[in-house]
């Protein structure tokens, strides 16, 4: 395949999960990692048949192959916003300041701020379809939210979004680095599974007490039947009628086991899970970059934080040694770390 033809092919792919409410994004490998805005699932994309050799979980986008075909039929007629700008009132750079002022505690240490200057962060807020599959079949949809630039869940985003409004523009501020496409996707699908487990428990419970139930109800019914029929077959003298009951009888045996591997079927629990859509929000946020210094013995460092704009709060901020969040930060001559990690460090 020529050069053009490829890179017309990978930006049809991209433009497609753009559109539909997919994602898709270059892997350390340079191979193009797609969260299918359709099947909801994540697939591996290659654009020269070689590439199948290396990968051979990937799929080959070219033409006349079958993944190229469905995208083609997905991408006709729909069209859907995936990608929008959360603008929120602006924020003097000195409330700014202030407000992370009061919330970094350094102990000992005398904070200095640089100007705060805006950034945007990318939350993926991700909408799971979740079916409950036993004898009925039950649909729930739940929403996970995650900030990728921080790489943690946003708990309220409705209280966020309703700080704002939601647009389709050009992005105003540098993008914040992130985590890519596959990360974002498997830390949103366990945060799922984590919500759902009580759930499933749950539920698991109350099938298998309905299973007991009906097994017993069930098994009762056949028992007593059969004994009927044994009886009746014994005292029978006509060889005729004899058979026939005999045949009953072995017919009621057969549907007893049919009944038991059929509550079987009917009392097992599966929870099918596909990420139904994908909206991805860009989200205002100051970044400050804070220098500090211990008066005394002239230990320095710098600590990035954010203040995120439509939460009009400090984030708290990832320890460097443990990796985490929160707003107390013990200086020593070796850089900045949480207290827990400053005291494990003195212990050693
Ligand atoms: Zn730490």
New binding site residues.
């Given amino acids: 395949m020529d050069t053009d033809q490829r890179s017309r092919l990978e930006a049809f792919v991209e433009a497609y999960a753009q559109t539909l409410g997919g994602v898709a994004e270059r892997d350390a490998e340079g191979d193009l990692q797609l969260l299918d805005p359709v099947s909801g699932t994540l697939r591996l994309l290659v654009f020269e048949p070689e590439g199948l050799t290396e990968r051979p979980e990937a799929e080959l986008v070219a033409p006349g192959a079958a993944a190229l075909e469905e995208f083609l039929t997905h991408a006709r007629g729909r069209g859907r916003l995936s990608t929008v700008c959360l603008e929120v009132p602006e924020v003097p750079d000195r409330l700014v300041q202030a407000s992370v002022f009061r919330t970094l505690r350094v102990p000992d240490a005398e904070i200095q701020m640089a100007q705060p200057h805006r950034v945007a962060a990318e939350y993926a807020i991700c909408l799971f379809r979740v079916a409950f599959v036993s004898d009925v079949r039950e649909e729930a949809l739940l929403e996970v939210v995650v900030d990728r630039s921080t790489g943690r869940f946003i708990r309220r985003w409705d209280e966020l979004q309703a700080a704002g409004r939601l647009f389709e523009g050009p992005l105003r501020d540098p993008p914040l680095p992130g985590l890519g496409v596959r990360a974002t996707y498997e830390m949103a699908r366990a945060e799922v599974l984590r919500n759902l487990a009580s759930h499933v428990t749950q539920r698991q419970r109350t099938l298998m007490e309905w299973k007991q139930r009906e097994t017993l109800r069930l098994t009762r019914y056949h028992e007593e039947l059969g004994e009927e029929l044994t009886e009746r077959a014994e005292k029978e003298r006509n060889d005729a009628r004899r058979q026939a009951l005999l045949a009953r009888l072995e017919a009621n045996r057969l549907e007893a086991k049919r009944a038991a591997q059929d509550l079987e079927t009917r009392s097992a629990l599966s929870v099918e899970l596909e990420c139904a859509s994908l909206l991805l929000v860009q989200v205002p946020k100051a970044l400050v970059t804070c220098h500090v210094e211990h008066p005394k013995r002239g230990w320095q460092a710098h600590v990035d934080l954010l203040w995120n704009l439509a939460a009009r709060a400090t984030e708290a901020v990832d320890?460097p040694?443990?990796g985490?969040p929160g707003f107390e930060l013990v200086l020593r001559r070796e850089g900045l770390?949480?207290p827990?990690?400053t005291k494990s460090a003195m212990g050693k």
């Fill in positions: 320890c040694g443990c985490q770390a949480c827990r990690c």
